[in-house]
């Protein structure tokens, strides 16, 4: 067997992830959350994980570096990558919206200004809707912007909703549904199709070990 290298953020898709595989005796037994390692493999010594920054996931297996990766749906729609989407992990889920004041009537506005850090994806919807957007990219606190009266609306990701609704914002629009989902390198997948193959099915099996523990 092929050693097969799998690319994460650190956070809670990692610490989920790593648990959905633990329960398929898959372990990563130096890995902590403080860790300062960028490489750690896991105890038999085939799966080498890289930790990356979420928004670098895809480049990294876009270009080989890693063979899989795991990474949210929202990041995947942001920047669109030659790679294959194998598996809803359906952990760390969350919704892509528009969010505003709940009195912002957008369809009245000839254009409307929307703060986002996902400046594609919110491009790709207004166009969809026909409506003109000057779109202003935002790294964080992107719910400040229409407070300030820096755009009109913005676009992000809404997983409780408790940030929108202590700053006087809400959901206006829903755009997708997102959680974490497992890519692959397209060459890699041709030439480590067993080892690939079996980390899915790991995953898989692992996955419904936790929803059957937990139901029971």
Request: proline share 2%.
């Amino acid at each position: 067997m092929k050693e097969i290298t799998l690319a994460l953020a650190k956070g809670r898709v990692a610490k989920q992830t790593l648990a959905i595989l633990e329960e398929m005796s898959v372990k990563f037994s130096e890995f902590t959350e403080d860790t300062r390692k960028l490489v750690i493999w896991d105890d038999s010594k085939k799966v080498r994980l890289i930790l990356v920054k979420a928004v670098d996931v895809p480049t990294y297996v876009e270009t080989g570096a890693a063979d899989i990766g795991i990474v949210g749906k929202d990041v995947i729609m942001e920047d669109a990558k030659d790679v294959y989407e194998l598996l809803d992990l359906e952990i760390s889920r969350c919704k892509i919206a528009v969010a505003g004041f709940p009195e912002e009537e957008m369809e009245k506005r000839s254009s409307i200004i929307v703060a986002s850090k996902y400046p594609n994806i919110a491009k790709r919807y207004f166009e969809s809707k026909g409506r003109q957007a000057d779109i202003i990219k935002l790294n964080g606190s992107i719910e400040l912007a229409p407070l300030i009266g820096m755009s009109h609306v913005i676009v992000d990701i809404v997983e409780t909703g408790n940030t929108l609704r202590e700053n006087g914002l809400v959901v206006l629009e829903e755009i997708a549904e997102s959680s974490a989902r497992v890519i692959a390198n397209k060459a890699g997948y041709a030439t480590k199709t067993e080892e690939v193959q079996k980390m899915i099915k790991q995953l898989r099996e692992g996955m419904a070990k936790i929803n059957e523990n937990r139901n029971s």
